[in-house]
């Protein structure tokens, strides 16, 4: 199973790629994670914010292969224990080939996309920057593999 990172936001703090890299070097080759940064839509004067997230969804899409599970992280999404995104990911290894996790950029997911996608999960009922929820995902998936393949880096 191949899995992509689709996050609105390119220039991210050096601790945000340090971090994010640490825990995607920890994966075997066979469960890699791609990160792809999407630019954030001009913030010109008279750019609502239905247009900025209609313009960055565009792009989103491109980064999209047909027949992929589309997981949008989002506030109103699922909250899931470590065991639970441990069930989850067991079935998408079963059930897909590509699963592709959107992190919005400053004005959120257009809810469109949101809608369009096959599961709506949250990292936490706090807010937190952009480049924080690449790291705390990327952490989660790293322990999630952990937890399927018996390796001890979780502890119950």
């Not at 949250?122 to 998936?141: C, S």
Request: with cysteine; aromatic share 8%.
């Amino acid at each position: 199973m191949n899995i992509q990172i689709i996050a609105v936001g390119q220039k991210m703090p050096k601790w945000v790629d340090l971090a994010f890299d640490e825990y995607a070097k920890r994966l075997p080759r066979q469960q890699s994670v791609q990160l792809s940064c999407i630019a954030t839509a001009s913030r010109k004067t008279g750019q609502t914010r239905q247009r900025i997230q209609q313009q960055e969804a565009q792009k989103i899409e491109q980064k999209i292969k047909p027949g992929s599970l589309l997981i949008a992280l989002d506030e109103k999404g699922k909250h899931w224990s470590t065991l639970e995104w441990a069930n989850q990911y067991r079935l998408w290894l079963q059930q897909y080939s590509q699963v592709n996790f959107v992190i919005g950029g400053p004005d959120g997911l257009d809810p469109l996309l949101v809608k369009r996608a096959n599961q709506t999960i949250a990292l936490g009922r706090m807010t937190m920057p952009h480049g924080l929820a690449r790291v705390v995902l990327m952490e989660q998936l790293y322990r999630v593999w952990s937890v399927v393949e018996g390796h001890p880096y979780h502890r119950e």
